[in-house]
């Protein structure tokens, strides 16, 4: 396995390709979620391929009041994990490289980045645009896998491919579990253990309201209160956002007749847990067309 630490030695590598590359964009601290991720690309890099995993703790995407200078930085372990689940390149820059002084240029996506985690972390996606953007650029991929636990953000950046013309396929990566529902994330490592006792209780809402989604209802009212309704059983639990969002556009709806997401982002202490269950509604079918008679 290579560990490249510049982005110059990144563009060098990446010039020289002559096989299918996936990228995995972490910013490390990996755990059993990033690891589907790798075993992902993996499978569509194929045996001949070459899967990179870019390791890059991002400081543009963090607020000013986030957890950018105590965010897990267990480098050694990371990269024995990325060895050991067959990654052929780990990307490893300093943020001094990645960012030059004076770096003025950002990517903005205006449409689906203003709900959700985008209003609760201004600026929060342009960090993140930007830095897939000198990602794809550097690496080159033809694809990359972005987990399904970060939905708005995996939407986002399909958006910015398209737009941007970007060559290369977005792949979704599952979520990963906990036995207890859990979705995995660097982040969970912060919670005390009453909070990591509680915290399955995002899980729990969604599935109950998946539930009556598939009974029948469709009112996002009646859906958002059910995942409030549960998330309040939960003491150490406050609520950032409970949302019922359009799959595709992210805009909130008052029904639920297309396929939807219904999205939680919930504060244990000042760890900020976030989750998804994408619903679809069985598709109508249509009457089938009255025979004319021909007279
Ligand atoms: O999902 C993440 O870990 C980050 O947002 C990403 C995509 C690696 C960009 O820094």
Redesign the pocket.
Known sequence: MKIVRTPAAMSRLAAAWDRRVVLV???GALHAGHLALIHRARQAAGPDGAVVVSI?V?PT?FGPREDLAKYPRPFRRDLAVCRQYGADVVFHPEAEAMYADGHSIVVDETLLSGGLCGQSRPGHFRG?CT??AKLFNLVRPHAAV?GMK?YQ?LAIIRRMVRDLNFPLEVIAGETVREPDGLALSSRNVYLTPQERKQAPVLRRALLLAQESFRAGERDATVLRFLLENELSGAPLARVDYAEIVGAADLQPVARIEKPAAMALAVFFGKTRLIDNIVVQPARSKRPPPRSRKTP
Request: net charge negative; hydrophobic share 50%.
């Open positions: 964009p972490t910013m890059f991002n995407q993140v830095v897939v972005f970060d953000q």
